[in-house]
């Protein structure tokens, strides 16, 4: 109930104080239903484009020869085989190269690194390039891959851009991973007199793995839906071959890109239908290394 | 602090107590070369970046002048009449990055708020990587649910042109979301729980401890996210180059079809542009401009999240 000073001589009765509690609280209820319905509306959205993309891709999806035709000119025929063959050879690529490459460093930053100025221009660098906007990377690629090393618009300049692109992610995570490894088990293994690199193999390596695959699939995930740098590089919209390293390629998202720049309507349910495969091949790279996660945790 | 010098010129910091002196062994030292090289990689990327995108960029502006380019207000490289204006294409980018943010900073920070200080956390711990699953989704794809379902629906409503900057920023918003959103989240956990208790001693409600304590005390973390966010968006590609479609104008009306600037690349780099074409170093003076202006904001978002994080000790 309102608090009154009524009493008080020095307070005029025009100007009480009033708590008004019950008004403020009822102000929270409201707002704590606008909060959650600001969270819920991103997962509604999320409900409706699943729903949406199944209603206009699930019978195209399930065309004979869609999986495993080549592409055609015709709305409701052909199938996307070279995409789905150039996605996963860029998303293997890109875990071939980008993981090591993205381990190493964040082992060095973190093991080996001495605080200096010029590793902090590498983290902070590192943090930046984690900001660069995927179709500036194509720049880069159609530079130095292209041009530079002379591979031309082939798969590899694709997988090798991607995998710059996935570099900090990679980067960033496993330093996490990493940084999250108890330094008692470093004093342990050092207390036995092994290498510093015996002890970041057979200890830090092991235990930080779990943390490492999170940032994996993170990344992979992205390259593997990533179209703006394939498109500077030189990704094609038709390709009626499987893509080899060295050949014009073709990818997931690009697919579903050059389907829907296409006037006729049934492209439209092609798109759909392609995105299911590359959600569902996003999720198999999700499960394969959640299983890769889940048997290291237990044989630790 | 004494710094010891090793014999591979490193400077080892005493203050790491786990610093090991990297044995004699030959084996040791090539791997700490190997690592090192890997930590490289990363600088490399930027120095080519820079270097390569310049080196085009100086190319292009000894044919275009940068008076035209900054000046004119015509986008028009690809016409018989070429104009070299960048406005148009900023302000393609700009039209739907405001759009997103009007969607990202709302949502965004409600989805931290709610996490945070009002669901159990169970809940959050199931609702979180819910969110964030909207991140985890491919661009292509959100440009295909805004121009077949978000545009057709909205167009129930309003004369929306079929490719219009509305319906690609609001997916976008959407896509930006769980970034505004996570890092708000951290920011606003990190608030010492001392701060709401006084707030709550002092007779407040919870919504005004929110308000009053909470956001203030994490504006910091909460700038930087949303700066991270306007980055995002305006170097996001595939969304706009979809549902925003391919006509560079100066307008400030959503339903109009506008041109950005990566959608502009987009478009350019599917085509046939000879190397050397100035076509081709049109892409890469774009490419520049976008480069730098996410560099800016990033850095900015870098300094805003690191200049005020240590202000409760």
Wanted: aromatic share 10%; glycine share 8%.
């Amino acid at each position: 109930m309102a608090t009154s000073y009524q009493g008080n001589d020095f307070f005029d009765s025009s100007s009480e104080f009033t708590d008004n509690i019950e008004k403020r609280e009822s102000l929270g209820k409201v707002f704590e239903i606008l909060f959650l319905i600001g969270l819920l509306i991103g997962l509604f959205i999320l409900a409706l484009l699943v729903f949406d993309i199944g209603q206009d891709g699930l019978s195209r999806f399930l065309t004979p020869g869609f999986l495993t035709e080549t592409p055609s000119r015709f709305p409701d025929e052909g199938g996307i085989r070279p995409a789905i063959i150039g996605s996963i050879l860029l998303a293997i690529i890109v875990m071939l190269v980008a993981v090591p490459i993205g381990v190493g460093a964040a082992l060095y930053l973190e093991e080996y690194a001495p605080k200096a100025w010029w590793t902090a221009i590498i983290e902070i660098n590192i943090s930046n390039l984690a900001g660069v906007p995927s179709i500036v990377y194509g720049l880069l690629g159609l530079g130095v891959f292209n041009y530079l090393l002379g591979f031309g618009p082939a798969l590899i300049s694709g997988a090798l851009t991607l995998s710059l692109l996935s570099l900090p992610v990679i980067i960033v995570t496993s330093r996490e991973a990493i940084r999250a490894v108890p330094d008692s088990l470093r004093h342990a293994s050092y207390g036995l007199g092994v290498t510093k690199w015996q002890t970041i193999y057979h200890h830090v390596i092991p235990y930080a793995i779990p943390g490492i695959l999170t940032g994996v699939i993170i990344s992979v995930s992205r390259a593997v839906g990533d179209a703006a740098c394939l498109l500077v590089v030189g990704a094609v919209s038709f390709l009626t071959f499987n893509p080899g390293l060295f050949q014009r390629f073709m990818a997931l998202p690009i697919q579903i890109f050059s389907y829907l720049s296409r006037p006729e309507p049934g492209f439209a349910n092609s798109s759909a239908a392609t995105i299911i495969v590359m959600m569902l091949l996003i999720l198999v790279l999700n499960g394969i290394a959640i299983y890769v996660r889940q048997r290291f945790s237990i044989n630790r | 602090m004494s710094a010891i010098n090793n014999q591979n010129g490193f400077q080892e910091d005493s203050r790491r107590s786990l610093d090991k002196k990297p044995s004699e062994d030959i084996t040791e030292k090539i791997i700490a070369a190997i690592l090192f090289c890997c930590g490289l990689v990363s600088v490399l990327t930027t120095f080519g970046i820079v270097i390569i995108i310049f080196q085009v960029t100086f190319e292009f502006f000894q044919e275009v002048p940068l008076s035209d380019f900054f000046l004119d207000t015509k986008w028009t490289p690809l016409f018989a009449e070429r104009h070299f204006g960048i406005w148009p294409l900023i302000s393609g980018t700009f039209l739907t990055t405001i759009t997103a943010m009007a969607v990202a900073i709302p949502l965004g920070l409600s989805s931290a708020i709610y996490l945070s200080e009002y669901a159990q956390p169970k809940v959050a711990a199931i609702l979180r990587p819910a969110v964030e699953l909207l991140a985890g989704i491919p661009t292509v794809v959100y440009g295909y649910f805004a121009l077949l379902f978000v545009t057709p629906f909205l167009r129930n409503f309003l004369p929306l042109e079929i490719f219009n900057a509305m319906s690609a920023g609001l997916m976008m918003g959407v896509m930006i979301t769980p970034t505004v959103g996570s890092i708000s989240l951290d920011a606003i956990q990190a608030v010492p729980n001392s701060l709401r208790e006084g707030a709550y001693a002092l007779g407040i409600t919870k919504l005004e401890s929110i308000f009053k304590v909470l956001l203030p005390a994490a504006l910091s973390g909460i700038t930087a996210s949303i700066i991270l966010g306007i980055s995002r968006a305006v170097g996001e590609t595939m969304t706009v180059v979809i549902a925003a479609g391919q006509q560079p104008k100066l307008t400030v009306n959503l339903m109009e079809s506008v041109e950005t600037m990566t959608a502009y690349m987009a478009q350019i780099s599917g085509g046939d542009s000879p190397r050397g074409s100035l076509n081709f170093k049109t892409l890469y003076a774009v490419g520049a401009v976008l480069f730098l202006l996410t560099l800016a904001l990033n850095i900015v978002s870098y300094w805003v999240s690191h200049r005020f994080k240590e202000k409760y000790d």
